[in-house]
């Protein structure tokens, strides 16, 4: 792009361009805001402008590019939040009877944590009631990441043997 064509588009040129905009858009700050963007793919892509041809044309082509992509975007970005269950939903709807609460007792529970060897057991235990991994590791003397491999295989061989007494 040559110096008179961007003395051009500094010009004449970008009151047409905000003029152009201002009709797509029907808003002066977001006609100025796409035009901007415009402005600024074509410096950026200033070397895909192909001397000779028509400044005007394509300005205003990617002026109008920029415009639909923006447009399509938030179309999509509605449809999306439209689509969205509401956040209060779960109050909304009808619950159904559990039974495992009345068929699984707390002693059996206890039972079967007590089956778990004493590596997983103690920091599962601790974690169950409130204690940080990080206040666990330093009672234990052992890195975070160790704790939460811990108690993560404590509830994994639970489900374990939990899937084996009630089957």
């Known amino acids: ?10 010009g004449k040129l970008y009151q047409e361009c905000i003029s152009y905009a201002l009709t797509l858009t029907n ?6 805001d796409l035009v901007q963007d415009a402005y ?6 200033e070397q ?12 205003k082509r990617i002026v ?3 415009f639909a992509s923006e447009y399509r975007r938030e179309k999509r970005r509605r449809e999306l939040f439209q689509e969205a269950p509401r956040r209060d939903h779960w109050m909304v709807t009808a619950t159904t009877d559990n039974s495992a609460p009345a068929e699984i007792e707390s002693n059996t529970i206890l039972q079967l944590v007590d089956q778990l060897k004493d590596i997983y057991r103690r920091p599962f235990l601790l974690h169950l009631r409130g204690m940080p991994y990080d206040q666990i590791g330093r009672s234990f003397n052992i890195p975070i990441g160790t704790v939460k491999s811990r108690v993560f295989v404590a509830r994994q061989q639970l489900r374990v043997l939990l899937t084996a007494t009630y089957r």
């Not at 600024?40 to 892509?45: D, E, P, V």
């Open 48 to 59: 895909q402008f192909e001397p000779g041809t028509n400044l005007r044309a394509w300005i």
């Open 1 to 10: 792009m040559t110096t008179q064509e961007i003395h051009q588009l500094n």
């Open 40 to 45: 600024y793919k074509a410096f950026k892509h």
């Open 64 to 66: 109008y590019n920029t």
């Open 27 to 32: 808003n002066v700050v977001t006609a100025r």
